[in-house]
């Protein structure tokens, strides 16, 4: 059980990717009271869950709604994560959401970013919710349910707090530091996606 909550838990976390997603919140929120932040951050953090949570268990429902095979949905899933993970390693989802976050700062008064662009796509993006559909597949009773479930609370939990503490964060660490954790995430999210594609093609080949 520790396993299937550990693997849920890098998972989301590297998806979600709260290191990342916290230096940008900071410069969305330029301006901004602390109240405002610790609100918005509150607010995105929660859209994002309940978003999640719809796909987390209504997810398979509605794949067998178009008649999409859950292991034909592996593989896809496997190469989408796949994709965010070489976009981290090369700095190209950084880069991404820095141009977005640019564009919504761009208007000089405290805009309520904490839907768009925080909540979607940055925390539940199409990465994100390839990701619980996937996990939530592996659980095979209400136990292993609520371990991912629990996982993906304990991430959210953490993205909140990242992003309520943006500003320090990134006084701490600062743009290097950020750089190298992003990469390593990266690759253990290829790995993982890798296992995805592995998983599903042995389902729709019978190996």
Known sequence: MSQLFLSAFITLFVVIDPPGCAPIYAGLTKGATTAQRRNMAIRA??????????????????????HIDLDS??????????????????????????????KVAATPEVEDVSIFPMAIPMLAGPGA???????????????????????????????????????????????????AITRVLGVLLAALAAQYVIDGLRGSFNL
């Open 45 to 66: 953090t929660f859209i994002a869950g309940v978003i999640l949570l719809i796909f987390a268990l209504f997810g398979e429902q509605l794949l067998g709604a178009l």
């Open 73 to 102: 949905f592996r593989i896809a899933g496997g190469l989408m994560l796949f994709w965010i993970a070489f976009e981290m390693v090369f700095e190209k989802r950084t880069q991404r959401r820095e141009e977005r976050a640019e």
């Open 129 to 179: 919710i390839a990701a619980i559909m996937l996990l939530m597949n592996e659980a095979q009773d209400l136990t292993q349910t609520a371990t991912v479930l629990g996982a993906l609370a304990a991430v959210l939990i953490i993205t909140m707090l990242a992003l309520i503490a943006a500003g320090p964060i990134m006084r701490l660490f600062g743009d290097k530091v950020e750089a």
